[in-house]
Structures are given as structure tokens and as C-alpha cells.
């Protein structure tokens, strides 16, 4: 939890509207922040859309004492402006979550469900949230379903529904991240809001996936690792229950292309997140794919034949060679930092390697071994290498 300090205002209440906390009566302003100036001669419109462009307390205060002509057009919509610069305020992620959710909860309690939402979604919406890890805003919404009865929590999820039933428009790492963060909320929650949910879970990750590729070869530059991981890893947990769905759909005629779609958007999915995250565990899932599909997605590239071939000339191939690369690198990286235990887990995978890659691994493998063996001793497989 945030651990920042409540400015003074949330902490006395005065989040709440009430005029007199930001301007004062006429009487006892100065004269010259009355007096008319070039500014006060503009349209009522104008002045109303420069108050709703305020992003902070302090500025709305002081413009609102200018002049007679803005305290008139502020004082007819002093709420609105008020709320709308709040927003602002926490949108621009300076304010600590619970500041946030103080005040979206005490306007839900004055049964102003709209303000609420305004400021849900602001702070959604923050950079924290946005740019950040989407971590934040599994925080936010943990802390707000910690204080909110059943009911008032789903109508705060009712608006990511809205916010996010368009987001396979985009493709951009931080808004698919908080997208799946959004579809996680809604679907741990009760009542209707968890069914539409479900659905709409369903039906957003269906078009991610049409859409992995090109997100996919857009890259991960270093500020959205943390989203592209979140975003890979839910898509591999997506293609991966699809996959088996499909296995006991095995009696309709069409479930061995679907099958086939499910795995090849997997093993996608698999190479990036080992490019990105450098994972063992994805490498080793990247193989069993492989070696498990029947006849397998390298045969099935060749019209059913297995055969041995070279990089150059063979995209699955190709492939597992910037796979074995990568475990290679990662093995590397382990013995170099003294980190022995993972470079033996990782050194094992080179054994899950299937026949038809094994004339690319062999020479990779036969370095991180010589070089585990130089400097620990000799690699010792585990009694469950045998079955590998």
C-alpha cells in the first residue's frame, strides 16, 4: 500500500465540495484581483473551457479570484470545475492511490456515483497505471473492493467494461497489460458484471491473438517489459486452455485447425517471452510443443515428413535455432554469475530438444556443458534425465 502522506486537504475532508474552501467573499479580496483586465473581456464560453483545463487546486483557486467576470462564470459551475480538475489532479498519478480511493468512496457514500467514476477512471488512467506495471492497478482495485460493499464495487467495474470494449483497437503493451487487468477484476467479481465478463474476456483475448503478431513484432522497448510480460504470459494461459478445449473437441471436424492455430500462436508467444523475460521454464514449453504435437507443428510444415533441416531454409527450424541461442545464452549467464543450481536446470532442457532439432543444439549444449564441468566439476544429470 501507498505509504505517502494524505495531503492536508483529503485529511480534514475537504475533498467534499464546499465553495468556501476555494475562494473567499468578494469583500475580502483585494481590490486589484478585482479589477477588470484584457482577460475578463472574454466569452463566458472561453473562460468556462480554460477553468475545465486546470489540472490542479492551487491554479483553479487563484484564477477564480482574477477578476469579477471569472468569479461570476466560476461560481455558477463551481462543482463541475472542482471535480473536473480533481480529476486531472489524479490523473496525472502525483496523488497516492489511497488519496484516491478515499475520495471516490466518500462520493459513492453521497450517492454521486458520477464523480466516483470520473475519479475511478482518472486514476486508472494515471501514468502509474498506464506506463507503469499493471501491478498498480490491481492495488487500486483491491483496495477499493476491500471498502466497498458488493454492489458499489460493480458499478465502478461496469465502467472498465465501457473503458475497455474497444481496446483491441489498439496495440500497445500498456493498454492490452491493463486491459487483462481490467478483464481480471471483472471476472473475480460478483453477479452480472463477472458473466458479462467472462464473455468479454473470451472475446478480447480471441482478438489479441489475431493481433500478436503484429504486437509482437513491434518489440518491447525497456520502460514496457513489465507489461509485456503481463500481456505474453496471459496470452500463453489463453492459448494454452484453448489447446485443450480444443483436445476434447476432437469429434468435430474442423478441431485439428483450430488445434493447430492455438499451437502455433503458443510456441509465438513462447519465443517472445523468452526474448523478453529469458524464462527456462518457456524454453522448455517451447520444446515439449514441439515434440508433443502429432505429427508436430515442424512435420506438419512439411506436409507430414520429418526431416533434418538448415536454418536458412526452414522458418520452425529457424526458430528453434533463436531458441537453443537463447537457453544457451541464459546458461551462460548462470555458470558466469556463479548461479549453478539454474545452470544445471538449465542445461537439462538442452535434453528436451526433439530429434529433428538436435543437429543445432548439439554444439551449444557441448559448450555450457564443458563450461559447467570446468568450473563445478562434471554435470551429473538427474535420475529423470533418462526419461527425457
Partial sequence: MCDNITPDTEASGQDDFKPESLIQDAVLLPKKQCLTDNSSLLPAELKSQIFFEISDLKTLSNLSQVSKAFRTVFNRREKDYYNSTRAAEFRSGELPL??????IIRHIQKRDPKTALMFFEATWNSPGGRSGSARR???????????????????????????YDHVTLETSWTAWANALVALTCITESF???????????????????????????????????????????????????????????HLEWNHLERKKKHTDNLAEVLQAIIHVDKSISAVAEFMLLESQSRPGRHA????????????????????????????????TGHILNNIDNSAHEAIRVFMLTPPYYTHIARERHERVQSMFDDKYGRFEPDSEDADL
Fill in 300 to 331: 506438419d510444415f512439411h506436409g507430414g515428413v520429418q526431416c533434418i533441416c538448415d536454418p536458412s531454409t526452414c522458418r520452425h527450424t529457424a526458430d528453434a535455432n533463436d531458441v537453443l541461442q537463447a537457453l544457451e545464452e541464459i546458461c
Fill in 137 to 163: 492497478n490491481c492495488d487500486f482495485t483491491d483496495m477499493l473492493s476491500g471498502r466497498l460493499d458488493t454492489e458499489e464495487y460493480d458499478i465502478l467495474l461496469l465502467s472498465l467494461h465501457t473503458m
Fill in 98 to 103: 489511497d488519496t484516491a480511493v478515499d475520495s
Fill in 191 to 249: 453477479g452480472k458484471v463477472a458473466v458479462s465478463g467472462v464473455r468479454m474476456e473470451l472475446w478480447i483475448l480471441d482478438q489479441f491473438s489475431s493481433r500478436q503478431q503484429e504486437m509482437i513484432g513491434q518489440g518491447v522497448l525497456e520502460g514496457e517489459k513489465k507489461n509485456a510480460r503481463f500481456v505474453l504470459n496471459g496470452l500463453r494461459r489463453h492459448h494454452t486452455r484453448r489447446r485443450h478445449r480444443e483436445e476434447k473437441r
